[in-house]
């Protein structure tokens, strides 16, 4: 059975104190690994897709990078306006098909 | 990416009765999807809306409690019907389309509650 794991449940970070996010994830062959952004009251934001292990993108403070089994988000310097929960989701060639396999998410907070 | 509109934002029903949501994008999508996401849970995905044909359902979701229609590839509807208070949750409508395959994007969704 797919499934996503992600870790830490909730993060409180100081302005410019970097780390990271992790998302563990079990599928019958990777067809894409998702991150994605969700502000309180709003749909979930995309913001990368990887494909393979090794991969890494970026998105100004926002690092994605994905190995066989897990992928990380690494946020460097963060600033309050990256509080958020971030979501981590894949696809995989499960009877699925086009599904996504969503983990429960990391709430981050960082304050000033 | 395209744009996803939801109406209504919440709503408070009571249980018994049936709620419509509505989902609108601002350019034509191959895929339109609807989810839900309770309080605490990830999204889960109910079913995957076939423009013009009966929508596609996952495990555990059944087209009598969810019926969904797709007629054209812009627009959707979710039914969640005979309400009771566990169909509370984020009802989120999503939309893909072939240029820009694997990224699925999402509208703002519906909060019900159902008391």
């Known amino acids: 059975e797919d499934q996503v794991t992600q870790s830490p449940e909730a993060l409180r970070l100081q302005e410019g104190e970097s780390s990271s996010l992790n998302c563990s994830y079990t599928?019958?062959?990777?067809?894409?690994l998702f991150w994605y952004r969700q502000d309180p009251g709003k749909g979930p934001e995309f913001l990368f897709t990887?494909?393979?292990a090794g991969e890494e993108k970026e998105k100004e403070r926002l690092k994605a990078t994905l190995t066989k089994k897990e992928s990380f988000l690494h946020i460097t310097a963060p600033k309050p306006e990256d509080s958020a929960t971030y979501l981590c989701?894949?696809?995989?060639?499960?009877?699925?098909?086009?599904?996504?396999?969503f983990g429960k998410g990391t709430t981050l907070s960082v304050s000033s | 990416s395209a744009v996803i509109s939801q109406k209504p934002s919440r709503d408070i029903c009571q249980r018994g009765t049936s709620l419509t949501i509505q989902c609108q994008v601002d350019s034509q999508v191959t895929m339109m999807f609807w989810y839900r996401q309770q309080p605490g849970q990830s999204l889960t995905l109910i079913a995957t809306a076939n423009q013009g044909s009966e929508a596609t359902y996952e495990s555990g979701f059944v087209i009598d409690k969810f019926p969904i229609s797709r007629p054209n590839l812009t627009f959707s509807t979710l039914t969640v019907s005979n309400m009771s208070p566990e169909d509370s949750s984020i009802y989120l409508c999503s939309g893909e389309t072939g240029a820009s395959y694997n990224e699925q994007f999402f509208g703002p969704g519906t909060r019900l509650t159902v008391l």
């Open positions: 990887l494909y393979s």
């Open positions: 989701a894949v696809r995989g060639y499960s009877q699925a098909g086009t599904a996504l396999i």
């Open positions: 599928v019958s062959g990777l067809r894409g």
